[in-house]
């Protein structure tokens, strides 16, 4: 953790680092700022944590934690990404979508404190839902920009190992997720109903495509895409089990999802920041080739498994035989590449 704090505005010696060519590394000042900015969102995230796991500070400090605390928190990794895009030339498109996205996210949650405080049971749709909704496709968006950007070329078993990843966390999430709040999803208004379900598909989209894009890289991501990845993660964690919760009438303000949503949010405005290391070629291992396509190989074998003794919807099992199906291709695609190499 202490290295991803340090790595807040920094420059690599021989990387492409976050600056583009004849611009200049961030003034010692600012990068001072972003490591205690970094510093303070983590401090800020133990707090909640364990104010509201274990009560610390009383429920005198309710209002600070869960609405001015909590709010900052989610705004700052907005800020976060919208500097780095004003600061840095290089990547700054990406950076700017992800930066209004998650400036759409802040703003429902701050209008989900205002308008509702510690309900914990709002109406849906409200006003606060739009906000929320409007950050998936510009997260989208901003995540197929900076991969094109980052990765120049793309090679066809690279591309296979994205498509494994994608469409097998894909599958677990509708498997684990996605059915279930379609199956209690059955009352109230479509308007409901379909913003309910909203959530778990967006996040599906997401997290695939975040996965999908650590295929490309050869299964060597860097930071940025590290933290990307597990910021959303965990927010796909923290919204399905929202969802869930709610459906139930067992969410409340304060609980370990809210933390979640802090740390998915920390990840995410920390990912900007992180240098980019240069690899001029990507070392073809066998951990690379065998060892991880064959773990998300098993983890759709096993999403299909579950499905032949359990109810498993159609959109989870289409994607894990569609996981199957891209395993298959990549074998069939490295015996015929090792065959060429051999004659």
Not at 12 to 40: D, H, N, Q, T
Not at 193 to 217: E, K, N, Q, R
Not at 276 to 305: C, E, K, N, W
Request: net charge positive.
């Amino acid at each position: 953790m202490c290295r991803l704090i340090q790595g807040m505005g920094t420059l690599v010696s021989g990387s492409p680092g976050p600056f583009a060519r004849g611009e200049r590394p961030l003034a010692p000042g600012i990068r001072l700022a972003l490591r205690g900015c970094a510093l303070a969102g983590l401090l800020g995230i133990a707090f909640h944590l364990a104010h509201g796991e274990l009560g610390l500070g009383g429920h005198g400090l309710d209002s600070f934690t869960y609405d001015w605390l909590y709010n900052g928190v989610v705004l700052g990794a907005a800020v976060s990404c919208l500097a780095r895009s004003w600061l840095i030339r290089r990547e700054r498109l990406p950076w700017l979508l992800l930066g209004v996205g998650l400036t759409f996210n802040a703003t429902g949650e701050i209008y989900y404190s205002f308008a509702f405080g510690d309900s914990g049971n709002p109406p849906i749709p409200s006003l606060a839902d739009l906000f929320y909704l409007l950050y998936y496709p510009a997260a989208y968006a901003a995540l197929v920009l900076l991969v094109r950007q980052r990765m120049r070329s793309f090679s066809a078993s690279g591309f296979m190992d994205g498509a494994i990843a994608a469409t097998t966390s894909a599958a677990v999430i509708a498997a684990i997720a996605f059915e279930p709040i379609l199956r209690s999803a059955t009352h109230g208004s479509t308007a409901s109903i379909a913003t309910t379900l909203a959530y778990p598909l967006g996040d599906m989209i997401l997290l695939g495509t975040a996965v999908g894009m650590v295929g490309f890289s050869g299964w060597r991501p860097g930071r940025t895409w590290l933290l990307l990845g597990l910021g959303l993660a965990l927010g796909a964690i923290a919204d399905t089990g929202y969802v869930y919760a709610n459906a139930h009438g067992t969410y409340v303000v304060g609980d370990v999802l809210d933390s979640l949503w802090l740390g998915a949010a920390w990840l995410i405005g920390a990912a900007p920041w992180q240098p980019a290391l240069h690899r001029s070629s990507v070392r073809l291992d066998a951990t690379r080739l065998l060892v991880i396509p064959g773990v998300f190989a098993v983890v759709a074998l096993a999403v299909l498994l579950y499905g032949g003794f359990h109810h498993v919807g159609a959109v989870g099992l289409a994607l894990a035989a569609g996981a199957v199906l891209f395993v298959i291709v990549r074998a069939a695609s490295t015996l015929y590449e090792n065959v060429r190499l051999l004659k």
